[in-house]
């Protein structure tokens, strides 16, 4: 499946604290990391409700960030550990349903790790890549025609 | 003036709907003295060719159960759609998929296959398959086409309503046709159930500590559950609060927690994935690692969180590669 | 009350009081030698006599052990106790010629010739180390053996005591300076090092932390207190004319309720000592910019001279710059303040000093108003600059100019040579490091840090005093180095900022709380567990669960995990975020 010309796309939820801070500073470092991923910014990890990231990747997202304050830094105390106990649940979901698990990715970003940041969207998306387009909608339609 | 037909029709369904209908008990007379019934596969012999014969609006309502699977199924609800003002799709399996939309968590191919080859139950030397067409002694027989998804109603038809359960209570079924009666119907595409979720309604509620955590998650096969605490204060998944009320607490009062019958509330676009959240968030788990273990003490969760709703949630069903199943 | 008369003054006093006493309530000095103020009269050294007027004659007695009487006379400078006082400091100089304050007592009474057996002993036997031993200490590890000229003062057998702690109370309070701890015990004395000071002096067990303390008054170490440690000696008390000393007083932690948080913690001292080769605590001489700070300072420990460890007016001195600072091994960040704070040293050194002055830079950052012509000024003060990061320090000499000196090896990139400079004094510009504790205090305030470890501000340049939680404002170094300007600029935003919230008593909240919905709330209750804030409780009557919207962050945590969707996020609700979904993938 392995596309050199596949541009996967990323839809990332970052906390507004720690992670969407470090993209920022990223940014404002001039650092360059693949324009793949489009930044949804939230309060809190603990915001993203699953839903979020099935809704991306029905809609035709190759893979799904979410990020977050370091375990113990949460702004909000421990909603962090929140999205930390549903994402390995959220897996095993998505393997049922057939997504391989390497396309949704929780990470901790602090927000002095612009560098960290940057450097995780770039492999993230070489990750995705390897990996090849999801097509959800393509590929449930092929299922769903009466055939 | 003559009295409003009613149809009633099933799909993939176990017939259980259909006992509701019986279950109404005396107040089916009722029913009787206020409408004619059109057609009602379980009670009467109508043919196809004598509902094509109708025409557009000639029958009030149609109450059909089950999930669409075959191109029978999908032949029959569109020309009762097309005869009939109002669909209502009855019970869960025409609702949102019910236990028949499991079969989307696996391929047509492997249910052909344990069904005619694998199960050990089963002599098929000749490795015979249902066929679309066969010619036996000169006849040209047909079978109807067997999908590669199971589809709930309204993803092959329009439907106005929707009565939830498996199967409907008697009291909502009772309210629905009163409302159909007396024309006192809720905005179209509404269901006919409370919006609220179960824990409403539950007589264990009250007994769901303040700081509710699951350390890992049980099964009801495998240990027995309190009678009077809640399920999810122990450990067992129940979909309760991700669902609608209005079932009459039929599994709790049985002991069994929620399987989510009712559908999703409202508000919810996917209820297995609302409750999969909240569920976790209250996990006993302050690692990776830990937080990997207590996932994995639950067994099956698309099974689990999608036992009646699976055609209809937001994945609707297992993603197969296409190349690898060709 | 009893009345006396002293030099013709009447003085009342309390009932066992002494006419010492009185005499000093009257502003009457009386020399003393044995007298101390916490401890028992003694009567030893008898220079205290004075005269008492009875009907009968007068006596000579010693006014530190006689009780004052009611209607007693008391002369304090008459001709016999001025005579008398006078042989019995002959008698003291005799025995002790060398004593400071024999001798400035004899000096004051103008004694030329010591006409009695001159002995040369330091201890004049008025028995004060003996006295605090027993009295205060309630050791008595000390006291008086042999008599008439054999008379000394020693430990039992005049061994090493066993019982001795070495708690040093005999050497203060010797007026003859002559205690030889290492006679009495075996065990050495353990001086309490002045915080204040870098260590580079001791200070009591009770004391005022420093100069410009607030407030300004004296604490007690209760971990060095002989006191809180023995039970014992209570001295101060005595001296408190105050009577203000409680030995009841205990640490408090007091809860108080505030609007508003400056965070001010400031920062450490990189420990240079983690950089092996520049010696820094294996040296003699090599010291960091704290040190010289005290040294330099008028009221430090040398009363602000230059001196080496021993004592010595350094003849050259060396200033490295950035040590742990610009360090990709240490800290990567520029501390800031150091090349400033280095340009004033050499300044210092120059001014008190004869000494050359080197000062080893990489990079001269003289960022600031009136910087840079100060730093021309000390170029034009002939102090050398060599750019180039000190390779080494080293004690180990290569030529006789080096012998004896510390040799400080650098590459010159100017003139493109390795130097060797054989200096006095080393002093490290160190790094500004984060405080050890500040990430315990980030978590309990719920700070982030920066990459350094210093707090994070909410935006560098937007709000640059703000922390990132909301009523909380960064003062200072905390925020990340920076110089007393700046942290004078930073502290006066700081409080600004929190007074503005003080000021208007009302807190503006954000428009992103939490919502539950309670047409749709199935009162499932889970929702009140997962909130850190305790902002949402159950409605028993309506069945439901409300959200306290002044208490609520924000985080949207519930409204993640509610599992019938009831509870919403204003302004980040599931549609809308539903919608920068279907935007991306559009």
């Known amino acids: 499946m392995a596309n050199e010309s596949f541009e996967p796309k990323i839809v990332g939820f970052l906390c507004r604290w720690c992670s969407y801070t470090g993209a920022d500073l990223a940014g404002t470092s001039r650092i360059q990391y693949p324009p793949n991923l489009a930044a949804i910014r939230v309060m809190c990890s603990g915001r993203v409700d699953p839903t979020f990231v099935v809704k991306a990747l029905r809609d035709g997202a190759d893979g799904v960030l979410i990020a977050g304050c370091h375990p113990g830094d949460c702004h909000y105390a421990e909603g962090n550990y929140k999205a930390m106990r549903r994402f390995p649940m959220l897996l095993n979901l998505l393997d049922q349903f057939g997504i391989e698990r390497e396309r949704v990715r929780l990470e901790w970003i602090s927000a002095s790790e612009g560098d960290l940041f940057a450097q995780l969207v770039k492999q993230f998306t070489e990750q995705l890549r390897k990996l090849g387009p999801l097509n959800w909608q393509e590929r449930i339609e092929a299922l769903c025609t009466n055939l | ?326 | ?586």
């Open chain 2, 1 to 326: 003036m003559a009295k409003p037909k009613v149809a009633f029709y099933w799909c993939a369904s176990c017939g259980g709907c259909e006992e509701t209908v019986v279950d109404l008990a005396e107040d089916i007379l009722k029913v009787v003295a206020a409408v004619d019934i059109a057609l009602w596969p379980v009670a009467i012999d109508i043919k196809l060719k004598d509902v094509q014969a109708w025409k557009p609006g000639d029958v009030a309502v149609a109450f059909i159960n089950g999930a669409v699977r075959l191109s029978e199924q999908e032949e029959w609800v569109k020309l009762l759609r097309e005869k009939c003002s109002l669909i209502v799709a009855f019970g869960s399996c025409a609702h949102i998929g019910g236990i028949p939309g499991l079969a989307n968590a696996t391929t047509k191919e492997q249910i052909f296959a344990n069904k005619y080859h694998l199960s050990p139950t089963i002599n098929n030397p000749n490795g015979t398959v249902p066929q679309e067409h066969s010619k036996v002694d000169n006849y040209d027989l047909e079978l109807p086409f067997f999908w590669k998804d199971v589809k709930t109603l309204d993803q092959v038809i329009d439907v106005d309503y929707y009565l939830p359960g498996c199967p409907p209570p008697p009291n909502l079924v009772a309210e629905a046709v009163n409302a159909i009666l007396e024309g006192k119907l809720p905005p179209k595409g509404s269901v006919l159930a409370p919006e609220k979720a179960l824990c409403e309604s539950c007589p264990r509620n009250e007994t769901k500590p303040d700081d509710l955590t699951i350390a890992s998650f049980k099964r009801v096969s495998t240990s027995t559950p309190d009678p009077e605490k809640c399920f999810l204060a122990e450990g067992y998944l129940c979909m309760g609060p991700a669902t609608r009320s209005g079932c009459g607490e039929r599994c709790i009062n049985g002991n069994m927690p929620c399987r989510g019958c009712f559908g999703p509330t409202p508000d919810a676009l996917d209820a297995g994935l609302k409750l999969l959240s909240a569920i976790a968030s209250r996990g006993k788990a302050d690692t990776t690692e830990s937080s990997q273990v207590l996932a994995d003490s639950l067994a099956d969760p698309l099974g689990t969180l999608y036992r009646f709703s699976l055609p209809a949630s937001l994945l609707r069903r297992r993603l197969v590669d296409l190349h690898e199943n060709s």
């Open chain 3, 1 to 586: 009350m009893i009345s006396l008369t002293i030099d013709g003054n009447v003085v009342e006093v309390e009932e066992g009081s002494t006419v010492l006493q009185a005499a000093q309530k009257l502003g009457i000095e009386i020399p003393t030698l044995c007298h101390h103020k916490s401890l028992l009269p003694y009567g030893a050294c008898r220079v205290c006599l004075v005269e008492l007027e009875y009907s009968w004659g007068t006596q000579i007695q010693a006014s530190c052990t006689y009780p004052a009487q009611d209607g007693l006379v008391v002369n304090t400078a008459s001709e016999r106790v001025l005579k008398t006082r006078k042989i019995m400091v002959e008698l003291l100089l005799a025995r002790c010629p060398e004593v400071a304050p024999v001798k400035q007592l004899a000096e004051q009474m103008d004694i030329k010739e010591v006409r009695f057996p001159k002995k040369n002993e330091d201890c004049i036997l008025c028995g004060q180390c003996v006295r605090v031993c027993e009295e205060r200490m309630g050791i008595g590890a000390v006291n008086f053996v042999n008599r008439g000229r054999e008379k000394k003062i020693a430990p039992a057998y005049d061994r090493h005591s066993p019982i001795c702690m070495a708690c040093g109370a005999c050497q203060v309070v010797c007026p003859a300076d002559c205690v030889d701890l290492s006679k009495i015990t075996k065990r050495t004395l353990r001086p309490i090092p002045l915080a204040f000071d870098e260590g580079l002096s001791g200070r009591p067990s009770i004391y005022v932390p420093f100069a410009q303390a607030v407030p300004n008054v004296p604490v007690i170490d209760t971990n060095t207190c002989m006191y809180f440690q023995k039970g014992t000696c209570q001295a101060c008390q005595e001296f408190c004319e105050a009577d203000a000393i409680d030995f009841d007083q205990e640490d408090k932690v007091e809860e108080v309720e505030v609007g508003a948080i400056i965070v001010a913690t400031g920062f450490e001292l990189f420990d240079s000592s983690e950089i092996f080769r520049y010696g820094y605590g294996r040296l003699d001489n090599v010291i960091n910019s704290l040190e010289f700070e005290r040294i330099s300072h008028a009221s430090g420990p040398t009363g602000g001279k230059i001196f080496t460890k021993d004592g010595r007016e350094p003849q050259a001195v060396a200033i490295l710059h950035c040590i742990g600072s610009r360090d990709e091994n240490y800290h990567e960040y520029c501390s800031r303040v150091c090349c400033m704070y280095s340009l004033k040293f050499a300044h210092l050194v120059k001014e008190k000093t004869e000494a050359e002055v080197y000062n080893l830079y990489i990079d001269m950052r003289a960022f600031g108003k009136g910087y840079e012509e100060f730093y021309k000024r000390v170029l034009g003060e002939g102090v050398h600059f060599i750019r180039g990061k000190c390779a080494e320090v080293t004690d180990v000499p290569e030529t006789d100019e080096e012998k004896g000196k510390l040799i400080v090896i650098a590459e010159d990139t100017l003139l493109g040579l390795t130097r060797r400079l054989p200096v006095d004094m080393v002093i490290l510009s160190s790094a500004l490091i984060p405080g050890s504790d500040s990430d315990k205090l980030s978590k309990i305030l719920g700070l982030n840090c920066s990459k350094g470890g210093f707090y994070l501000e909410k935006h560098p340049k937007l709000a640059p005093v703000d922390a990132i939680s909301d009523g909380i404002f960064l003062a200072g170094a905390c925020q990340g180095p920076k110089d007393i300007p700046d942290s004078v600029a930073q502290g006066a935003a700081a409080a600004a900022g929190a007074l503005s919230l003080i000021d208007k008593g009302k807190v503006i909240l954000e428009p992103i709380t939490a919502e539950i919905n309670e047409e749709r709330c199935s009162g499932c209750q889970l929702c009140i567990a997962n909130c850190p804030y305790a902002a949402i409780d159950y409605d028993e009557e309506k069945r439901v669960s409300v959200v306290t919207e002044e208490l609520c962050k924000g985080c949207g945590t519930c409204v993640a995990g509610c599992p019938s969707g009831a509870a919403h996020q204003k302004n980040f609700e599931d549609e809308q975020i539903f919608s920068e979904i279907e935007g991306i993938l559009a």
